[in-house]
């Protein structure tokens, strides 16, 4: 088996995607990138192939495509991405550590948007007091686990909201999670599109309200991410 699958999942993510696979390939250690595409109408498909990935289509829905992928994935590590992020140097070689090391059975990076100002570094600084003091990491953070840990817990559950957050619980229920100290970098788009304060608040409550019992269903309903 080899060391690590990489999962992106995807939805029309061709202007991004791009980027992401180059600084994959400058990975030290053999890798199977798998995207996990829900059913792009651009080039997504096209552009992760020419970048050497593989490509298995899933129902779209993020748990549902990165479940699909991790089962196409060869390798005792996976390693989860969302498909607007980058990989700088230090990220890689934080994964490569741990991977190569046995430091830790999953672990998290860091968070840093693509934009200068106030907003960008107070999301950075919110997202590092709900990761540290709260101990939930968003799924813009990266995901690194063992396989035999993934599957134990059950992969993701397949909920239309909060996947990453419920997936992290049950990991935390079994063992550490690793706070890498490198930062993966996320595209603001998506704080640009519907504005960042806003943006912040509506998650903040949407976190709020599922910590408190609100099902994932129900929230959907209130949420539409890009793409969606």
């Known amino acids: 088996m080899l060391g690590l699958g990489i999962v992106i999942p995807t939805l029309n993510e061709e202007s991004n995607l791009r980027a992401l696979l180059e600084d994959l390939g400058r990975l030290s250690i053999t890798t199977d990138v798998v995207v996990a595409d829900g059913g792009s109408s651009d080039d997504t498909v096209s552009v992760a192939r020419a970048g050497g990935a593989r490509v298995v289509v899933a129902e779209r829905g993020r748990a549902t495509q990165m479940n699909a992928g991790a089962r196409s994935a060869a390798g005792d590590w996976l390693c989860f991405l969302h498909g607007d992020v980058r990989m700088p140097d230090a990220a890689r070689r934080d994964l490569v550590r741990v991977v190569s090391g046995g430091v830790a059975d999953a672990a998290v990076w860091g968070f840093a948007i693509d934009a200068r100002g106030f907003w960008p570094r107070f999301m950075e600084a919110g997202t590092y007091l709900r990761d540290r003091v709260g101990g939930l990491p968003y799924g813009d953070q990266g ?63 949407l976190m709020a309200a599922y910590l408190a019992g609100a099902s994932p269903q129900r929230l959907a309903r209130w949420y539409r991410p890009e793409g969606s």
């Open 143 to 205: 995901l690194l686990v063992r396989r035999e840990l993934f599957s134990a817990v059950g992969g993701f559950p397949e909920i239309p909201l909060m996947e990453d957050v419920a997936l992290v619980r049950a990991l935390r229920s079994r063992v550490r999670l690793e706070r890498l100290r490198s930062r993966l970098v996320v595209s603001p788009r998506r704080w640009m599109r519907e504005g960042p304060y806003w943006t912040w608040a509506r998650n903040s409550l």
